[in-house]
C-alpha cells in the first residue's frame, strides 16, 4: 500500500482481513492515529522514504495523494507490477449495486443528493469514496440489498482494471488538478472517461449534455450500456431537463413533472444539475418520483459548498471552500444577486483566471487575494473590481471583509485553489473561515 492516507489505511485494513501479506509505505510522516491503527492489526509499515521492501510485491495498491509519476510508483510499472487504486480493491468486494459520480464540479453535492433520495425510500444506502469515508471502509458491512454512492475522483480512476459501477454519471469535465496530469487537460479528460469503460449490457450511463466536453465525450459510453442525459437548455430523449421552470424526468418512455425549480433547496443554477443527475440516479434505483420530491426539502446541501455561516448585520457570510478550480468560483459567483466580496487563493493547480473576468466585473465589489496565488489572482481579477487587496492570511481577510461590507452585501469564500499552502485540506481551510466568522 503506498500512501498512508484516509484510504490507504482502509485498504490496509480491508486486505489484512482477507489475509493479504500487506505492507504500507509512505515518503512522508504517518500520523499517531495511523501508526496505532497499523500497529494494532500488525501491519508492519514505513514512513519518510521506500526501502527495497516497498518494491518487492506482488501488486500495488496507490493512495489518490499519491501521483502517478512518483518514482516508486513508475518502478513498480517499468518493472511490470500491477498499481491498483483502491475503489479497484474494494470494488472486488462490493455485494451492492454501486451509483459512481465524477465530474470537476459538482460530484459531491450530486452525491449527497442520491444518496439522500435513496435513503427517503428505505434503503441501506452507504455514501463513500472522495467524500471522506473510503469505500475499503464500509465494503465488508454492504449487504446485496443496500445501495453504494460513490464519489470519485480522477485520482481514483486513474488506476482501475475491472471496477464497473451499475450506475455512471459525468457531470462535467473542466480544467483541474492539471498538475497532476503533466499540465494535460487530455490526459485529466481520458481519467475522467474511465468511469464507462468496463460498464456492460444492463448498466446506466447519466451525462450531462449541456457541459460540452462531456457531450463530446459520449462515444466513449459503450454501445451497450444505456444512455440517460440531462440538460436545462433542450429536451432529451431519456433522462432529465427543464421545461417551463418545471423538472421533468422522462424515463422508459414515460414523463412526469418532478418539481419547480423553486422547489430546489440548494442555491444556484449548478444545483439544478446536480439535482437532475442526482434524482436520475435515484429513478434509475427504483426510487419513486414522490419520495424525490419529499426529500429535496429536507436536504441541507454539504459543508464547505455555499454554506450560510452567518448573517451579521445584513451581511450574509458564506463558506465555499471547496471551490478549488476556477470552474467552481465561477458557479458560486452565478448563484447570487447579491454585491460579493470575494476571498480567494491558496496554492494555484495551473489555474487560468481569465473566465471568472466577466462575471467579477458584474457581481464583485472587492478581492481579498490570499496565499501563493494572491498576486496571480490580483493581476488577472483586480482591475475589474473597485478594490482589490493582498492579505497574509485568511483570517485577515475575514477581518478587513467585516470592515468593507456593506449591509445586503455577501462575503464569499470562494478560492479557486487547492488549500495546501496554509491549510491541511479544503476541510481545515473551510473550518478555520467559520471559526473567524463566529469570532467576528
Not at 404 to 433: M, T
Request: contains cysteine.
Amino acid at each position: 500500500i503506498v500512501g498512508a492516507g484516509r484510504s490507504g489505511i482502509a485498504v490496509a485494513r480491508l486486505l489484512s482481513g482477507k489475509n493479504a501479506e500487506v505492507f504500507l509505505t509512505d515518503n512522508g510522516p504517518i500520523d499517531a492515529a495511523a501508526q496505532a491503527t497499523l500497529t494494532e492489526l500488525n501491519i508492519p509499515f514505513e514512513y519518510d522514504g521506500h526501502s527495497p521492501r516497498a518494491i518487492a510485491a506482488d501488486w500495488i495498491v496507490i493512495s489518490p495523494g499519491v501521483p502517478t509519476e512518483a518514482p516508486i510508483i513508475r518502478q513498480a510499472l517499468d518493472q511490470g507490477i500491477p498499481v491498483v487504486s483502491e475503489i479497484e480493491v474494494a470494488f472486488w468486494y462490493c455485494r451492492a449495486p454501486i451509483i459512481a459520480i465524477t465530474g470537476s464540479n459538482g460530484k459531491t453535492t450530486t452525491a449527497s443528493l442520491a444518496a439522500h433520495f435513496i435513503r427517503a425510500s428505505g434503503r441501506t444506502t452507504h455514501l463513500v469514496g472522495n467524500i471522506g469515508l473510503a469505500f475499503s471502509d464500509v465494503v465488508d458491512s454492504v449487504a446485496s440489498t443496500d445501495a453504494v454512492v460513490l464519489e470519485v475522483s480522477s485520482f481514483q480512476l486513474d488506476h482501475v482494471s475491472t471496477f464497473r459501477p451499475g450506475v455512471s454519471v459525468l457531470l462535467n469535465i473542466t480544467p483541474d488538478h492539471l498538475s497532476r496530469y503533466q499540465n494535460s487537460f487530455e490526459a485529466y479528460k481520458r481519467s475522467k472517461l474511465r468511469i464507462f469503460e468496463n460498464q456492460r449490457l444492463g448498466d446506466v450511463a447519466v451525462l450531462n449534455v449541456d457541459d460540452e466536453v462531456t457531450r463530446d465525450s459520449a462515444k466513449s459510453v459503450p454501445d451497450q450500456v444505456r444512455r440517460l442525459d440531462i440538460s436545462l437548455s433542450r429536451e432529451v430523449p431519456s433522462g432529465a431537463f427543464l421545461r417551463d421552470d418545471e423538472i421533468i424526468l422522462r424515463y422508459d418512455k414515460k414523463e412526469e413533472i418532478l418539481m419547480h425549480r423553486q422547489e430546489v433547496s440548494v442555491r444556484g443554477r449548478h444545483n439544478l444539475y446536480n439535482t437532475l443527475a442526482a434524482a436520475v440516479a435515484a429513478r434509475i434505483m427504483e426510487v419513486r418520483s414522490d419520495v424525490i420530491r419529499e426529500s429535496m426539502a429536507t436536504f441541507q446541501g454539504v459543508p464547505h459548498r455555499l454554506e450560510l455561516v452567518r448573517e451579521i448585520g445584513g451581511v450574509q457570510f458564506f463558506n465555499d471552500s471547496k471551490a478549488t478550480n476556477v470552474n467552481a468560483v465561477w458557479y458560486a459567483l452565478e448563484s447570487f444577486s447579491e454585491r460579493i466580496i470575494l476571498i480567494a487563493g491558496g496554492r494555484d493547480k495551473g489555474n487560468d483566471y481569465e473566465p471568472l473576468r466577466e462575471l467579477v466585473r458584474k457581481k464583485v465589489g472587492t478581492i481579498l487575494a490570499i496565499g501563493e496565488a494572491a498576486d496571480t489572482i490580483l493581476e488577472t481579477l483586480g482591475g475589474e473590481t473597485q478594490t482589490a487587496v493582498k492579505l497574509d492570511s485568511l483570517r485577515d481577510a475575514v477581518d478587513r471583509s467585516r470592515l468593507l461590507a456593506k449591509p445586503g452585501e455577501v462575503v464569499l469564500l470562494s478560492p479557486a485553489c487547492a488549500s495546501f499552502d496554509q491549510f491541511d485540506n479544503y476541510e481545515d481551510r473551510g473550518d478555520s473561515f467559520k471559526r473567524y466568522v463566529a469570532e467576528l
